[in-house]
């Protein structure tokens, strides 16, 4: 293995940096060349091949965001696209490729298997922590620390207004993000896709809560089933006139901000590891940590999970809000 590919795709993770720097002088203290792709699958197609070297990724594992670029890929998924990017990787010479991304960046990397026979390997980065095969994704513990870090300054201004805000949160299919940071912020309900909002129960919850609390805060994952943070705040508005409601969308500050401590050693673990599969000729698998080991998982396993959330969480939810 003389020459390796690294790109970013899918959404932007926190710590994605972390991770290339990671991969790029993990090979180069094997003698082993890196061009990075820019902008992804797309990049690929387009032949944005660059050549990198360990000075080219000094200074950015604080950084978040990728300075490689990302985006979502409807070429790749065609046969002509593919095509292209084969030709591209054999042009550059490539013997293996590390890929940044989710679970659609995997699937594509996958089904481009069929046709191309060099490796490839993933790092899992997205904030949504929702990926079967480890514990922690990239760009997760940012994430919710954001939110955390956004929701104490909403509480502020809701103490001082007695007024109920319902926060929403990232997760479209997984409510990993609204359930820890509504655990570590004290909210009061926490909605999430895996548990089928109950307006009434809500309603109910918010109309007979501790009378001493000067605020009340509700997290909503974007892809509840009752309609988001707006929809549903309409309807307790509707039954319980006389509270004070507002509607707060965190959107994408979530992805943003510098990488946490966790996030930065998580991806620079899982950036080495990339690395050392490809020269030990493991293919099509992705680099996980599970119970503070280095894992990997095939891409075909490494999908995104939809499960319920852990008991335990569930019920502290319950008794603790």
Request: hydrophobic residues 40%.
């Amino acid at each position: 293995m003389k020459t390796i590919a690294v790109f970013t795709s899918g959404g932007d993770a926190p710590g994605m940096n972390a991770c290339l720097r990671a991969v790029v002088r993990t090979a180069a203290f094997n003698g082993i060349k890196v061009k990075g792709i820019l902008n992804g699958y797309d990049g690929m197609i387009a032949d944005n091949f660059i050549d990198m070297d360990a000075s080219a990724v000094a200074n950015i594992i604080h950084k978040g965001g990728t300075i490689l670029k990302t985006a979502r890929s409807k070429s790749f998924f065609t046969k002509a696209g593919q095509q292209k990017a084969k030709a591209n990787l054999t042009k550059n010479k490539i013997d293996g490729v590390v890929v940044i991304g989710g679970d659609g960046s995997f699937k594509g990397a996958l089904e481009f298997s069929k046709m191309c026979k060099i490796p490839f390997v993933g790092c899992p980065g997205t904030i949504d922590n929702d990926l079967v095969g480890t514990d922690y994704t990239i760009g997760y513990d940012t994430a919710i620390n954001t939110v955390i870090d956004a929701v104490d300054k909403i509480r502020d201004t809701a103490e001082s207004h007695g007024r109920v805000f319902f926060v929403e949160v990232m997760g479209r299919d997984a409510g990993l993000i609204a359930l820890r940071s509504g655990l570590a912020s004290g909210a009061e309900a926490i909605l999430i896709p895996e548990i089928k909002t109950n307006i009434n129960a809500l309603i109910k919850k918010l109309k007979s809560g501790r009378k001493e609390k000067k605020s009340k805060i509700v997290i909503v994952s974007e892809h509840d089933d009752a309609g988001g943070a707006f929809k549903i705040s309409e309807k307790i508005k509707l039954a319980l006139p006389e509270i004070d409601i507002r509607v707060s969308v965190l959107g994408h500050i979530q992805r943003g901000g510098k990488p946490s401590c966790m996030d930065r050693v998580n991806a620079s673990r899982m950036g080495y590891a990339a690395v050392q599969a490809l020269l030990g000729g493991k293919k099509h698998t992705m680099i996980g940590i599970v119970n503070n080991k280095i894992t990997f998982t095939p891409f075909a396993k490494a999908v995104k999970h939809l499960q319920q959330p852990h008991p335990d969480l569930v019920q502290m939810m319950e008794i603790l809000s």
